[in-house]
């Protein structure tokens, strides 16, 4: 059973607003990955990191920000919500050459 | 660049009738990764079978199977006696440069397989 975690699973904030999305696991894998998926669509990649204090943009640009301070802890943060963020952002952890283990998903919605 | 495609958007299957999702790829890269992941309405993403660029022999996993032609650049997912259960959204996953930390995974496009009773 894979154990990596994400809060709020969902999420109704108004536009401006800052918010974090919060992705942990506890396997000790080196790799983690945000991807952003509309409902019915394909995973865009948008952030990933190879180990603490690693971290690359992904495939699609956006204009979220992620950290990589421990291991275990892989966090997103909007600093100014817009309606056009509205989406299901899912958190990975991979360790070797094998599957990513994803989080339930935080399904976000900007109003 | 990588490169992950699903030509098949939708597909319906009678109950207990074998299907086969398509995945194509393209990488440079000798050393990859393939994988597949089934994606209920519920949201969550589960891992259904893993297929390495090396591995000699076609992936399988109970019901599933990988049939990999790496001439072809294809990893086609095989479910055998489909199930009402298996209805889902599936995709088609690539990870280039094995363990490398430069190594990430990107994803196709998704089929959506609808089992009829």
């Known amino acids: 059973e894979a154990d990596i975690y994400q809060t709020p699973r969902y999420l109704v904030i108004g536009t401006g607003k800052k918010i974090t999305l919060e992705c942990s696991q506890t396997?000790?894998?080196?790799?983690m990955y945000w991807y952003q998926q509309d409902p019915g669509m394909e995973l865009h990649l948008i952030h990933y990191s190879y180990g603490v204090n690693s971290t690359e943009k992904g495939d699609l640009s956006s204009e979220s920000t992620v950290s990589r301070i421990r291991t275990e802890h892989f966090p997103l943060t909007l600093e100014s919500a817009r309606p056009s963020h509205t989406s299901q952002y899912l958190c990975?952890?991979?360790?070797?050459?094998?599957?990513?283990?994803f989080g339930q998903g935080t399904r976000l919605t900007v109003v | 660049a990588q490169k992950i495609t699903q030509t098949q958007p939708g597909m319906f299957v009678q109950e207990k009738e074998a299907v086969t999702l398509d995945c194509t790829y393209d990488?440079?890269?000798?050393?990859?990764?393939l994988f597949w992941y089934k994606q209920p309405s519920s949201g969550e993403m589960i891992f259904l079978i893993y297929q390495g660029s090396y591995d000699q022999q076609n992936a399988t996993e109970g019901r599933y199977s990988l049939n990999f032609q790496k001439a072809r650049k294809s990893a086609n997912l095989v479910i055998s006696a489909s199930q009402l259960g298996d209805s889902a959204m599936y995709f088609c996953a690539m990870r280039e440069g094995g363990d490398s930390s430069a190594s990430k995974i990107i994803f196709g496009s998704g089929t959506r397989l609808s089992i009829r009773p």
């Open positions: 990488t440079s890269d000798p050393s990859y990764g």
């Open positions: 990975a952890s991979s360790g070797g050459t094998r599957e990513a283990f």
């Open positions: 396997m000790g894998h080196d790799k």
